[in-house]
């Protein structure tokens, strides 16, 4: 088992920035990409941004590429999303995910193993 803990969301006026984390615990060893995603009220939980176990290869949705970063530090077991030009479209709970015994970049939400709880983020206009 694998645990999540996002932390870093709150409120954001438009065009400021926001950085989230996400702690794994529990059986954390081997490889495992990471990803995160989102959900506003009434919509689908719709992908992010994902990273590969060495954190070379990335992906990111179309309206996040250019404003969001993500990263991560696998010493410390922990993800990271860096979210500058905040919209106020991209108010949401925010999720991180983990795939285990994977080095690739996985983008689909039905692939990942756990969640995190979410955190939710606002961005006020």
């Known amino acids: 088992q694998v645990q999540l803990v996002e932390s870093g969301g709150g409120l954001a006026q438009a065009g400021g920035s926001l950085r989230l984390s996400c702690a794994a615990s529990?059986?954390?060893?081997?490889?495992?990409?990471m990803g995160w995603f989102r959900q506003a009220p009434g919509k689908e939980r719709e992908f992010v941004a994902a990273?590969?176990?060495?954190?070379?290869?990335?992906a990111y949705a179309d309206s996040v590429k250019g404003r969001f970063t993500i990263s991560r530090d696998n010493a410390k077991n922990t993800v990271y999303l860096q979210m500058n030009s905040l919209k106020p479209e991209d108010t949401a709970v925010y999720y991180c995910?983990?795939?285990?015994?994977?080095?690739?970049?996985?983008?689909?939400?039905?692939?990942?193993?756990?969640w995190g709880q979410g955190t939710q983020v606002t961005v006020s206009s």
């Open positions: 995910a983990s795939k285990v015994n994977t080095i690739l970049v996985v983008t689909t939400k039905e692939r990942y193993d756990y």
């Open positions: 990273i590969s176990w060495s954190g070379r290869s990335t």
């Open positions: 529990g059986r954390t060893f081997g490889n495992y990409a």
